[in-house]
């Protein structure tokens, strides 16, 4: 069965089987700071899926446009937290700051969480906001065209879901029939920060797709949702970071996926340090400034400054 009718057979299915019972109020983690702009996914009433009226049952973007004349890039920020919870400040809020100041309009987005969700309705968040950014791009003053993601660890999963997801039909992407489901959710270009994108079990790491997928799900459904297997000649470009002792997502992850690249000469950029955790946001500290334990991770910006240089998706810094 392919990706998307997988999809869309899993989006039929009564949506009170993924969740939590729709009366008991979820937590929800705080917004991001710095944002200007709040714009849920989906009209009130009409979010696929939902099994109650929270604020976590309501997908949205928080949102940091650029300053000056436009239209500017775009990029969609996808915090990690496992599919449970969302690290919105350190893997949302820091990264869209920078980039609203090198002249990239920054989106993050939250996403449904499990227990409450689970597959296929935290993916289908991930690809209604490439198309709800790419819908308002005129009155957002955005490039339609220069649309990427940036995920972290969970986030960065999903954006190699992304990259590689075949742009479903929208049917298939939502149940929902609107113009806004007609758009591309292919993304531009795809930066992933420790991401677990390969997930055979021979891949050690302690973080599985268990809180996406399910504990006991059938291996055809990871296997949709394994972004190594769907790697083609159309993948997004790609740049990877990732630490070697990182104890939760294997640097494997990211060796295997940049290799799959290259073999769909698909453009790519790698960089794997040999320090820092899980977790290591954009290698800098909450203000600015290196790591105590790993301060060879402050180049990381720098690096990837120079890569969204290279293909214009950032404006040359003076």
Do not use: C
């Amino acid at each position: 069965m392919s990706r998307a009718h997988l999809l869309l057979a899993l989006t039929l299915l009564v949506p009170a089987a993924f969740a939590q019972k729709a009366s008991e109020a979820p937590k929800v983690d705080p917004p991001p700071q710095g944002y200007e702009v709040i714009t849920n996914l989906w009209p009130e009433g009409s979010v696929p899926g939902a099994v109650g009226t929270f604020e976590a049952d309501a997908p949205r973007l928080y949102a940091f446009p650029a300053a000056g004349k436009g239209p500017h890039p775009a990029v969609i920020v996808l915090p990690g937290g496992g599919y449970t919870h969302l690290v919105m400040e350190g893997e949302g809020g820091q990264e869209a700051r920078w980039l609203r100041d090198h002249g990239i309009s920054a989106l993050v987005l939250q996403y449904r969480l499990w227990p409450r969700y689970k597959y296929p309705y935290p993916l289908l968040d991930g690809l209604r906001a490439v198309r709800m950014v790419r819908a308002h791009a005129k009155e957002w003053n955005i490039d339609p065209n220069a649309v990427g993601v940036w995920g972290f660890s969970a986030g960065g999963h999903m954006a190699g879901y992304l990259a590689t997801a075949a742009n479903p039909a929208p049917e298939d992407a939502s149940g929902t029939h609107d113009a806004i489901d007609k758009l591309s959710a292919h993304p531009d270009f795809a930066i992933i920060n420790y991401g677990r994108l390969d997930l055979d079990p021979k891949v050690p790491g302690t973080f599985g797709m268990a809180t996406l997928v399910g504990p006991d799900a059938p291996q055809s459904l990871v296997d949709t949702v394994n972004p190594i297997l769907h790697v083609t000649a159309s993948t997004s470009p790609t740049f990877i970071y990732a630490t070697e002792h990182d104890e939760k997502v294997n640097s494997l992850n990211a060796t295997h996926f940049f290799n799959a690249l290259q073999q769909a000469n698909v453009p790519t950029e790698l960089h794997i340090f040999e320090l820092g955790p899980h977790g290591t946001h954009m290698g800098l500290t909450p203000d600015g400034k290196p790591m105590p334990k790993s301060p060879e991770l402050a180049v990381y910006p720098l690096l990837l400054q120079h890569w969204l240089e290279l293909h214009g998706w950032m404006p040359a810094q003076e």
